[in-house]
């Protein structure tokens, strides 16, 4: 199985930065595709980025030019760099994978974000 956990989420002000981590452990060899979603109150869950095992991304409207997704093999670590933060950027951000074997899905605990204006 696959676990993923979020960090990196805070406060910060419009126009500003940061960086959200998300450490997979287990069989993370099968994991196929992982990436970023989030939840602003009162909303849908909203996809924002994703990146392949190929290193395929891909991106949600919202945030293309200013979000980057990436990841580190070696630490089995997948970041969301997000730039030109604004306050509707404001969300609960979630980890998610589907697995090589049966399609899962799972998601991770979530991290916060606030954008202050």
């Known amino acids: 199985q696959v676990q993923l956990v979020e960090s990196g989420g805070d406060l910060v002000q419009a126009g500003g930065s940061l960086r959200l981590s998300c450490a997979a452990s287990?069989?993370?060899?099968?994991?196929?595709?992982i990436g970023w979603y989030r939840q602003a109150p009162g909303k849908q869950r909203e996809f924002v980025a994703s990146i392949s095992s190929r290193d395929t991304t891909n991106y949600g409207d919202s945030v293309k030019g200013r979000f980057t997704i990436s990841r580190d093999i070696a630490k089995n670590t997948i970041f969301l760099q997000m730039n030109s933060l604004k306050p509707e950027d404001t969300a609960v951000y979630y980890c998610?994978?589907?697995?090589?074997?049966?399609?899962?899905?799972?998601w991770g605990q979530g991290t916060q974000v606030t954008v202050s204006s």
């Open positions: 287990g069989s993370t060899t099968n994991i196929n595709l």
């Open positions: 998610r994978a589907i697995t090589r074997v049966f399609n899962i899905e799972l």
